[in-house]
Nanobody, 125 residues
Framework: QVQLVESGGRLVQAGGSLRLSCAAS????????MGWFRQVPGKEREFVGG????????GYADSVKGRFTISRDNAKNTVYLQMNSLKPEDTAVYYC??????????????????WGQGTQVTVSS
């Protein structure tokens, strides 16, 4: 079992940066592939970035590639999402997700077993 708590979301101006954190509890975090998703009202939850359990494989949605970076610190049971050059269309609730096992990264909602409660990111123009 893994519990996830996101933090770091806030209001930021376009062009600015934010770093989201996801703190995990549970003994199996280091064996979990992790992902970040986002959702706006009325739309489906969409993949943002993913990372394998070792951190050796990462992947991103085309909309954030080159601007966002996912990383993890298994010693701290934490995964991060560094977001640079933010745009108003990045406004959403951002969710952290964990998958039991995973030597790669995963892009689909149903690939993941555990979810955090979300953190709001608002980018003003």
């Amino acid at each position: 079992q893994v519990q996830l708590v996101e933090s770091g979301g806030r209001l930021v101006q376009a062009g600015g940066s934010l770093r989201l954190s996801c703190a995990a509890s549970g003994r199996t975090f280091s064996r979990c592939a992790m992902g970040w998703f986002r959702q706006v009202p009325g739309k489906e939850r969409e993949f943002v970035g993913g990372i394998s359990w070792s951190g050796g494989s990462t992947g991103y949605a085309d909309s954030v590639k080159g601007r966002f970076t996912i990383s993890r610190d298994n010693a701290k049971n934490t995964v991060y999402l560094q977001m640079n050059s933010l745009k108003p269309e990045d406004t959403a609730v951002y969710y952290c997700a964990a998958r039991d096992g995973g030597s790669y990264y995963y892009t689909r909602v149903y690939d993941y077993n555990y979810w955090g409660q979300g953190t709001q990111v608002t980018v003003s123009s």
